[in-house]
């Protein structure tokens, strides 16, 4: 399969047309961008990393049997996925309070929650990404009732599946964010699962393990991210 030409490219990764009209390339870049992009460096392996992690959990939930456009890694830095057409909607499963719900609603940080909270946003730099209510979603026209309803299932089972396959490995799943696209009709899981996207805890120290210590600058950035790989592939 060859790389033609750049379709998209946003903060953290690059997806390219392709000679195959199912197929794209999605290239992980080294850029580390937080605070709306106003926060930004290039970090050596960021790139290698989050597609090796990627992968792997995009590899466990086919097995688990949720649709992603996952096809097969081709390079460090690289994987063919499907093409999709994607909505316009941001999924959030958060297990503990952390982020931006504490700040919102005065939650106290670390506040388990059973059954999980799901939370909808629109993807859109320019607006800061805002929370929307499903009825919001309905009203802008960027996902059926159906599709609602399907995100919500697929997020929910996603989060079993993550949350049992991490907490063995000695990570507990704080929160993460899904993307969702279509493909002759059916609603498939896209974008990527990493340590960008979701919120991964040291299950006994409590350590962070993800984004937040490149935007908290707490150091060891990448060595929580090689952790972090080391931990899902073994």
């Known amino acids: 399969m060859k790389k033609t030409t750049p379709l998209y490219e946003g903060k953290a990764k690059i997806l390219w047309e392709t000679d195959s009209s199912d197929h794209m390339i999605q290239a992980f870049k080294n850029d580390a961008t937080a605070f709306d992009g106003t926060k930004h460096e290039v970090v050596e392996e960021k790139g290698i990393l989050n597609n090796k992690i990627s992968s792997h959990l995009f590899g466990l939930l086919e097995d688990e049997g949720i649709r992603t456009h996952f096809v097969e890694t081709i390079s460090e830095n690289e994987m063919v996925v499907l093409r999709l057409d994607m909505l316009k909607v941001e999924v959030v499963i958060r297990n503990v309070a952390a982020g931006s719900l504490v700040r919102r609603l005065g939650v106290k940080e670390g506040t388990r929650f059973d059954p999980p909270i799901v939370e909808f946003y629109l993807k859109d730099d320019v607006l800061h990404d805002p929370i929307l209510s499903e009825e919001h979603v309905r009203a802008l026209d960027l996902a059926t009732p159906e599709q609602v309803d399907t995100m919500k299932r697929e997020a929910l089972a ?74 899902v592939s073994s």
């Open 158 to 231: 996603v989060n079993v599946v993550l949350s049992n396959f991490l907490s063995q490995r000695g990570i507990d799943l704080v929160d993460f964010k899904l993307e969702f696209g279509t493909k002759n009709g059916e609603l498939i899981l896209g974008d990527e699962i990493s340590p960008d996207t979701c919120r991964f805890h040291d299950s006994s120290t409590g350590e962070i393990m993800d984004k937040d210590r490149f935007r908290q600058d707490l150091g060891g950035f990448m060595e929580a991210y090689h952790e972090v790989l080391n931990r």
